[in-house]
């Protein structure tokens, strides 16, 4: 029974370093990053289909697009999706993302208000 104290001392000094340490992991797991990335978007339906579609990656945490600069805006998570994998969807819509051009396939598919440099004035 002498040693009890000085066993129940370094079973309370375990539980703490081992609380202490998992919060950290989580703290540092939890942080995010953000991105901006120039694209060709030009309209409304854009700004719509660009902010739903990037907002569903998987670590996406927000995805902002403003029209008047044509930058997404994405706050992330860098241990679940990288910039890349992010300009990659953004090109495959049929959008450029930056210096990746868009999917041809899907450019051509995009309604007239959507295609970069249509000319929707009437």
Do not use: H, W
Not at 62 to 85: C, G, I
Not at 106 to 120: E, V
């Amino acid at each position: 029974m002498k040693n009890f104290p000085f066993i129940s001392f370094i079973a309370l000094m375990l539980i703490f370093c081992v609380g202490t340490s998992l919060s950290a992991q989580t703290a540092a797991t939890s942080k995010n990053s953000t991105v901006k990335i120039k694209t060709s978007a030009e309209c409304d339906m854009c700004k719509e289909k660009l902010e739903k579609e990037v907002g569903l990656l998987k670590g996406v945490k927000k995805a902002e697009l403003d029209l008047t600069s044509q930058v997404l805006t994405v706050d992330y998570n860098p241990k679940k999706v990288t910039p890349e994998k992010i300009r990659e969807v953004i090109a495959g819509m049929g959008y450029d993302a930056d210096d990746v051009k868009a999917n041809n396939r899907a450019r051509q598919k995009m309604p007239k208000c959507c295609t970069p440099g249509a000319d929707t004035a009437k």
